[in-house]
RNA sequence: UGACCCAUGGUGUAAAGGUAGCACGAGUGAUUUUGGUUCACUCGGUCUAGGUUCGAAUCCUGGUGGGUCAACCA
């Protein structure tokens, strides 16, 4: 059965295989997933997520949950929470290995001091202008710092001073003394701490120096004793140091390995943009459903399994990509086909009254809750003379390739009768269908003897009388342009925000869905996948549409 | 105009020097109590110019195109 992915590795495996069969690291493997929590985890996360818990799980190893905590001003508990409950339920677990990187600020100001004393790192007062006006640029070498060559006392007694709290922000940092001719700008000499009398969310007000990321960053995997730090392409330039640090400091050495980041058509990745969008209320929160944010996804209807799905055929490579919307409706559609219900719903009614069927009579029509799964069951719907079609379903003078119903044409009922339209009634001043009067063929009913006769269309229906009232909610994609962030000339890429992303309609839906035991997702007939929003209740019925069925209908016309 | 990275159908991703495959997409047909689903078939690709080799998507060189890097962010 497993017989091909007996040769087919993506890069990060090949790697991962080799040091296995060379025994770096006594062959083992151990990843993280680390996150900066100041912001909410999207489906580019996911893709990450996905590969460093995957090969974890592949190769029998490990997989930390790190919180990359090393600027206090922009992350919050609100953020620590709503990315672990994200990667809870995509379905992953870090078991016992839980960790902070502000848990390692102990450590990595003993690590900064072994540096200073070989001389490897310093003292700078420098502002930050200057600093950046001495680094150079990337064809033109930079200008070393007048306080590069402080001895080691001075540094070492300044950097204990920048500890206690004895100097105002930015007056100071730590920089590593490595080349400021490098071709390379992080190998400049950058920065290592810097002062900052901010209150960090965990750490509290402990520290008023901070490590940046590329001082925090691979120490904390060597401490973790990551084998394999799997990391996104903009983090390439920054390996040489990465590598730096662990040598120069003497530690366990991980592997950087860096992969292309998720690009999706039709929407924006970047944590800014997104953060832009619900500050400034172009989206209800972080959960929207039309956000890529995971929790937008799960609000949305989207599974773990669609999304990890999702993950696993996208695939990992280091060249640029844009992968298709289409891909990602794909999986939830392949997914939601097999384990929803089906359900009865009428978006945008018209009413079909069944003129030769008794007036009081309400009939139970059986019918299956799901074609792919005999074992979800059946269910009854109440059938009588009045019902409500989709508008859409007739036409008064249709084309030959149109299936519904039509004057004179036959069409079945699904679950219930073959009916055939007599007439209309309309409204004398609009114009518009009010009714379509039918008659029905008792002899059709589904299930009987004689009800297997071919028509040409099935609709989907309910009774009047028992149908429950819902509101809809119609997503669309949130940009109109499908690279938001290719802008043209003058425009942001909010100019590119898709006005009609959400309709909000009132649809007719059959009574069984309000029984208990029902699924919290449903095939709506013909119209799509949808889910219960969390803000439903028995009382205000609230669908979100996940993803619009395929609708070859619909390009015909 | 520096360093580094990347280049396979429309979109992704495989092929460890030996048949360019898979998925999405698009198209055609069959089945179908929804035109969905399912099934079958089809479409379509190695950026370019040289070189090495019996043989190159794969190795080498040049070109072209794209990306990353000049935060006291990550």
Redesign the pocket.
């Known amino acids: 059965m497993e017989e091909q992915s007996a ?5 990060i495996e090949e790697i991962i295989e080799e040091d296995i069969r060379n025994g770096v690291n006594e062959s083992r493997v151990h990843t993280r997933f680390p996150p ?1 929590p100041n912001g909410y985890l999207h489906i580019g996360h996911a893709k990450s997520i996905c590969l460093n818990f995957g090969l974890g799980k592949k190769y029998n190893g490990k997989t930390n949950l790190r919180f ?1 905590d ?2 206090p001003v ?1 992350e919050d508990v609100e953020y620590v929470d709503s990315i672990m409950e994200d990667v809870r339920w995509l379905g992953f677990d870090w078991e016992d290995r839980l960790f902070y990187a502000s848990d390692y600020f102990e450590q990595l100001y003993a690590y900064a001091v072994i540096l200073i004393r070989k001389e490897k790192a310093y003292v700078c007062d ?3 202008e200057e ?2 006006e001495t ?1 150079g ?3 033109r070498p930079g200008k070393e710092s007048p306080y590069r060559s402080r001895s080691v006392e001075e540094n070492i007694d300044l950097f204990a001073r920048m500890r206690a709290g004895e100097f105002p ?2 007056s100071r ?1 730590l920089r590593a003394k490595i080349d400021m001719a490098s ?4 190998m400049r000499d950058p ?1 290592l701490y ?2 900052l009398h901010a209150h960090h969310h965990r750490t509290g007000d402990q520290w008023c120096i ?1 490590p ?2 590329d001082f925090a960053h691979g120490q904390s995997d060597s401490i973790e004793r990551i084998t394999h730090s799997i990391c996104t ?6 390996r040489p140091l990465y590598d730096w640090f662990i040598r120069e400091i003497g530690l366990y050495v991980p592997r950087q390995i860096e992969f ?1 980041r998720l690009n999706v058509t039709y929407t924006v990745m970047s944590k800014r943009k997104l953060l832009e969008l619900v500050q400034q209320g172009y989206v209800n929160g972080w959960d929207d459903p039309r956000m890529p944010t995971i929790c937008g996804l799960r609000r949305r209807g989207f599974t773990p399994e669609s999304i990890r799905n999702f993950a696993e ?12 919307v ?2 990602l409706e ?1 999986c939830i ?2 997914d939601l ?1 097999r384990r929803t219900n089906r359900l ?1 719903a009428v978006l945008n009614p018209v009413r079909v009254v069944i003129d030769n069927y008794p007036d009081e009579l309400v009939e139970e029509m059986e019918s299956v809750n799901n ?2 799964d005999e074992s979800k069951g059946k269910r009854k719907m109440p059938f009588s003379k009045s019902l409500l079609i989709e508008r859409d379903d007739f036409m008064e003078d249709p084309p030959n ?4 119903l039509a004057p004179g044409r036959e069409v ?1 009922l ?2 219930a009768y073959i009916i055939k339209c007599e007439s209309v009634v309309k409204n004398p001043e609009t114009g518009e269908i009010t009714e379509i009067h039918c008659t029905y063929d008792p002899q059709t009913k ?2 009987m003897p004689e ?2 006769r071919k028509v040409k ?4 229906w309910v009774s009047e009388k028992q149908a429950v009232k819902a509101e809809i909610r119609l997503y669309d994609r949130l940009f109109t342009r499908e690279n938001p962030d290719d802008i043209e000339e003058g425009k942001t890429y909010k100019d590119y925000l898709n006005p009609d992303s959400l309709k909000v309609i009132t649809g007719m839906i059959e009574p069984a869905v309000l029984t208990p035991g029902n699924f919290d997702k449903y095939q709506f ?2 119209t799509g996948y949808f889910s219960v929003d969390k803000d439903s209740t028995p009382q205000n019925l609230v669908f979100n549409r996940v993803v619009p ?5 619909a ?2 016309k």
């Open positions: 040769r087919s590795l993506n890069f900066e990359d090393t600027n922009k420098m502002t930050a600093m950046s680094r640029a990337p064809t922000d930015g940092v071709p390379n700008m992080h920065v810097r002062i901070y940046m990321y392409l903009e983090f390439e330039v920054h292309a055929t996208i695939g990992v490579a280091k060249r640029d990509n844009v992968i298709d289409s891909l794909f559609r392949e086909n009865m074609p792919e390739k149109f299936f519904r079945r699904k679950s589904s299930g009800s297997n269309g099935t609709l989907h007939e013909r069925l395929k609708d070859s209908w390009k015909a």
